[in-house]
Each structure stands twice: as C-alpha cells, then as structure tokens.
C-alpha cells in the first residue's frame, strides 16, 4: 500500500486461456464464474521460487507463535474491552485460551510483499472463519490441469491432508468425544462450497459421522450438546461442531446463543471448532499486542490504537473486526484519507497499521499472499486488486512453485 512500489511481478505471470466452465460445472463449481463473478478467476497464474514459499511458511511460524504470546498477554492483562471482547464473551475466550489450544483447526494469515525480495509482513490473520479454502483446493487444481503444459511447477495445495492431520490430533486430545461431526454454515453459497474441503479432510482423519446443516436447524441445549434431526426424524447428538459462523457476530448479535454455547463448552458436551478465543486472534487489535511484543520482529508492522504514533500520517485505519476490505481507510500524508471503502462494520473500535510495500504488476495489481494455517503451514494462495484497498473485488490469482 505504500508509494514506494516494490519490483514489478510482471515476469512471474504466464497468460493463460479461461478456466473451463464446463469442468466447474462437472464439480459443480460454477458459482466462482457465473454472475458478478464472471471476472473472479485471474486468466495469469503467478510463479512462486521454493526458496519464496519456505520463507511464506516459516515467517507464518513465527507471526503464529507470536499471536498466541499476545493473546495471553490480553488475559493475563484483562485487556478485554481494549481487544474488542465484549463482557459476555471474556470467560469463554479466557477458558478456550487455557483449555482449547490444541483444537484451532484452520486459519488464514494475509501478507504483503514475499515475492522479489520484498520483505514479508503481515496484514492480519483470519483465526476463525476464512474464505477462499474451495478456490485454493479445488478451483486452483482444476486451472492448473487445464493448463499444465503451460505451466511448469505445481500449486502449494496441501490444505486438505493439513486439515486431516489436524482433526487426528484434535481426535487425539479428546479421546472421550465420538467421531461425529456437524458443519454449519448461515446458508449462502460461498461457505456451502468450502464445507467440502472440511468434509473431505474429516473423513481422512477418522470421523464417522460427517453432516453439514444450517445453523437455522441446528438444536443447541445448554444441557445435552447440539444435535440436528436426521432423515428418521431422530436427533442425534455431535461431539464436534465446525461454525462457518464467526465468533464475534455471536458475541455481539446473538447473545443468548453464546451464553448456550459456553454451557456446552465449559461443560464439555461439544468441541466447538474454532475456539472461542479465535475470536481474539481474529481480531486487528491483537497486532497492536504483537508489535509491542516484538517491534523487531520482521514481519510485523507498527500496530496502534492513537493515530498520533504516526505523525507522518502514512498508515492504514481498520476495524478490529472489519473484513472483506469494509470500513478501511489509507493515509499517506494528507488529513483526509486518500482511499476509503464503505461497508458494515463500521461500529467497531479501529487500529491503525503501518503502511505495507505489496508487489505489483504493470497494470498496478497488487498482489496479497496468504497461507493457510492448520498448526502448520497447509495452502498459499493470491487475490489482487487494482486499488490501494485488496476487497471483495479482488481476483482469485492462482500460482505455481518452481
């Protein structure tokens, strides 16, 4: 986001031929390029060096390790109200970050820069509900089949035996919980695609009983668990459940629901995945954490809740809990924003970032690298935009590593 454009990418980019609708129907994975996503899936993939993905991983390792050290700093500290953590949500958060450390089953850690020589640094990280999981599993690999004998070198996709691996050590550490699984998503389509990379990787890891349900049918009983009714009409009970749903709408929209769900939890009826102290991770204030505990640490930006600690005024304003690029506005310099999106989360508390350099290509792209995190590094994927801001418009740019 910066002025000073870091080296062009322009030579990592091999034009490519349309994604084939017809294969993505055959998966039934046309939604990505019907409608207003007809543009979605970039016609380029982008070429990453193994020496490029392996810094990707390890600068993930150590921005991980790091967030959890912030996030035990916000207890012990009860920096709740600082950390966006509303009353209703702190005993939950505090007895998942003493109890549930083992059971974060997946994340997204967004970055600039990583390509190039660029430095790498770290943007935010989407502990609870991320998006773009059927796209880097399913679409990427479609696109690269089409056209593998463009492009030499494969996709980083390894999210689903990540993923595996995590629910067995999840399966592991809670060896009196059966094998059962519920999914539930709030029911709009993009979420109903992703629970299939969820489903396929539960079956690899060892659980029996995979169902996914809107959370509309889901039952929840303070007293017994959380339970869906089958196609006989009974109501069996699950001992995992994975929320396509994020912790902090519940927090702040769905009260009661949360006073069920930390009955269920504290009294160890369900594992709920993620865990609630996700809800911290997930939140843009723990970077302020973060800088304060490693200012050297190269991969993350100064972090602060006074805009005053910029007085050059070159920084990015955010949402703690903003996301797809809503309510965010980029300072370089001026007393007025120079760019500002709108959108709905404009009620949070905000941060303000230091500005980040993001690779670029000559049609002035930026490019946004992520990492999926399953207690190790499992997937890297691109989106780019041609605005200071990488939002839901941005393109889904696959990519191959040499």
């Known amino acids: 986001m910066d002025a000073q454009l870091a080296p062009s990418v322009d030579n990592r980019l091999i034009e490519i031929p349309p994604i084939s609708v017809k294969s993505l129907c055959k998966e039934e994975l046309d939604w990505f390029v019907n409608g207003e996503n007809h543009d979605y899936i970039a016609e380029e993939f982008v070429q990453v060096t193994q020496a490029e993905l392996n810094a990707f991983l390890e600068a993930t390792k150590a921005v991980n390790r790091l967030g959890i050290e912030a996030a035990q700093l916000v207890a012990s500290r009860n920096d709740w109200e600082t950390a966006g953590i509303p009353k209703i949500a702190r005993n939950l958060v505090k007895y998942s970050l003493e109890n549930s450390l083992e059971n974060h089953l997946i994340g997204r850690y967004d970055f600039a820069g990583g390509l190039e020589g660029e430095p790498i640094k770290l943007l935010e990280f989407n502990a609870d509900t991320c998006s773009l999981i059927c796209e880097s599993v399913y679409i990427q690999d479609i696109y690269h089949k089409q056209e593998s004998r463009k492009l030499s070198g494969s996709p980083f996709n390894a999210l689903v035996d990540g993923l595996a691996r995590k629910f067995r050590h999840i399966l592991h550490h809670n060896p009196s919980k059966e094998p059962t699984l519920l999914i539930s998503t709030l029911g709009n389509e993009e979420d109903m695609l992703n629970v299939r990379a969820i489903e396929k990787a539960a079956y690899f890891a060892g659980f029996e009983n995979v169902v996914h349900e809107v959370v509309e049918k889901v039952i929840f009983s303070p007293d017994e668990g959380i339970f869906v009714e089958d196609e006989n009409g009974e109501y069996p009970r699950f001992d995992f459940w994975y929320k396509f749903m994020p ?46 505990l490693a200012p050297n640490l190269p991969h993350i930006l100064k972090t602060s809740f006074q805009e005053s600690d910029f007085p050059d005024r070159r920084f990015v304003r955010k949402p703690i809990f903003g996301r797809m690029g809503d309510n965010i506005a980029f300072y370089q310099g001026g007393q007025q924003p120079e760019y500002e999106t709108e959108g709905e989360h404009g009620q949070y508390p905000v941060v303000y970032q230091e500005l980040a350099t993001f690779n670029e290509d000559r049609e002035e792209h930026r490019y946004q690298p992520s990492i999926y995190w399953t207690g190790e590094g499992s997937g890297l994927c691109f989106r780019r935009q041609d605005d200071l801001i990488i939002d839901d418009d941005a393109e889904f740019v696959g990519h191959v590593v040499k």
């Open 247 to 292: 912790w902090e709408l519940i927090a702040y929209e769905e009260e009661e629901l949360w006073e069920t769900l930390e009955n269920i939890i504290t009294n160890q009826l369900c594992v709920v995945l993620n865990p609630a102290y996700t809800m911290l991770l997930q939140s843009k204030a723990i970077m302020k954490y973060m800088y304060d």
